[in-house]
């Protein structure tokens, strides 16, 4: 969803009804999305004839990280990292908790360092390089 609103961005506010179609993923999905988005305002509103949803912010202030914890919660590959302290009683001697935290720590830097922008130009640069002869 944010990813097609990204890409219509200028075409103004969106019916859920396009993105559903588009997308070709239900509308009635879409629908348990927004509240999400809209209560952490990332989405614009517009009720009656031409409503619909626009991003809040440009496509380049949006991270994944931003939208993938909001959306699925909790992005520890653990549970015993899902809070700050770590209330496991085997975290003092666990021998892996190492390479958790440093795999959590890729991840979340990744994905915080990824825009919708750069998915949007990251496909954009793909259909430019495709050559047919």
Not at 47 to 54: F, H, L, N, T
Not at 70 to 85: I, K, R
Request: hydrophobic content about 35%.
């Amino acid at each position: 969803m944010i990813l097609d609103l990204a890409e219509h961005k200028d075409q103004g506010f969106i019916a859920l009804k396009d993105i559903a179609e588009r997308q070709e993923i239900s509308k009635k999905y879409l629908e348990q999305i927004v509240p999400l988005l809209n209560n952490s305002n990332m989405l614009k509103t517009n009720r009656g004839y031409q409503g619909g949803y626009m991003l809040a912010r440009s496509p380049d202030k949006y991270t994944v990280w931003d939208i993938l914890s909001l959306t699925e919660g909790s992005m520890t590959l653990v549970s015993c990292l899902d809070t700050p302290d770590n209330t496991c009683p085997r975290s003092e001697y666990c021998m892996t908790l190492p390479v958790w935290k440093g795999l959590n720590k890729v991840i979340s830097d990744y994905l915080k360092s990824v825009t919708i922008q750069d998915i949007l130009d990251q496909y954009k640069n793909r259909e430019i390089n495709v050559y047919i002869i």
